[in-house]
């Protein structure tokens, strides 16, 4: 998209110094810990939680630089942390489109920096001296790692309600999204009415991006996602498109489809055959739709701030979780 570039290249500057802030948070005594760190911060990751909070902060008319910096630093450690442990419950062979930190040095590795990683966010955390923003960071933490924990219970069951589909991607994407917004209002000390209005922003566009990137894996670019295509099926995750299809498709698909799951057999003609079936019965459609509806959402909650550029450069974000093709 177009409009998104000029997002990221109006805030190039900022991203960039708060990458410097990252990277020089990051420097510890144990070489293991740099190494394995390093290659999942370099592995091409958007920053997207830090834009929203230089974006949400300014938005409140707040620009100390230094504390925005930090803040951002704090929430990509969080984010980093959960990627290395989803690699070891996912049992991921890619992350990225490289090979992730799981297979280059193994399941403990990954798992003992993703806690240090979560560490090292709440301990910079206490630098901000702020009550409200670690009440904030440990709530989300604890509800990420909820969230973490009811897919796990569901995984593989294709019984799974859309509701319930909907509060996983709440509790494990959402959450810190929603907190990356809300946080750039907390720092700047704004009223309730904006904070409030900015984590509910956060939280939408959260959803948003999930459903569209759980619909992206039966239909992208498996290269430009970074990821194999149907990898979701394989690991077991039921996500809304095979929700959606599960409910409106004949019985006899659905015995077709429990026998695939049942069997793991995930190659070529079984996938192809699910994509099949989805567009036949418009799931992929129908998950998309509601993307956008989140995302529709998450800009009417800006209605409680002026229009103004940083209005607007959330306004873009909001369609492009939905719009990207990776």
Known sequence: MKEMDQVWSDHKTFLSEAEVQIQEGLQSKVALVNKVTHHILSSGGKRIRPLLLIISAH???????????????????????????????????????????????????????????????????????????????????????????????????????????????????????????????????????????????????????????????????????????????????ITLPLLHLLKHCRKEDQDGLNEIMDSKNFDHNNLSKVIKLMRSHGSIDYALKQAQDYANKAKSALSVFPDSPQRQYLMTIADYVVQRDH
Not at 79 to 108: C, F, K, Y
Not at 119 to 136: G, I, P, R, Y
Not at 148 to 168: D, F, P, R
């Open 59 to 237: 938005l409140c008319d707040y620009h100390d630089k230094e504390r925005i910096y930090l803040s951002s630093g704090i929430l990509e450690f969080i984010h980093t942390a959960t990627l290395l442990h989803d690699d070891v419950i996912d049992n991921a062979e890619v992350r990225r489109g490289i090979a992730p930190a799981r297979i280059l040095w193994g399941n403990q590795a990954s798992i003992l920096v993703g806690d240090y990683l979560y560490t090292l966010a709440l301990s910079h955390a206490v630098q901000m001296h702020s009550f409200e923003m670690n009440t904030l960071l440990a709530s989300t933490c604890l509800r990420m790692a909820e969230g973490e924990t009811l897919q796990l219970s569901h995984n593989g069951n294709l019984k799974m309600g859309e509701t319930t589909y909907l509060e996983i991607i709440e509790l494990k994407t959402a959450m810190l999204i929603s907190a990356s917004c809300r946080l750039g209002a907390v720092i700047a000390k704004t009223s309730e009415e904006k904070k409030e209005a900015l984590g509910q922003f956060g939280k939408n566009i959260g959803i948003a991006f999930q459903v569209a990137d759980d619909t992206l894996d039966y239909v992208a670019d498996g290269k430009r996602l970074g990821k194999s295509l149907g990898e979701d099926l394989r690991e077991g995750k």
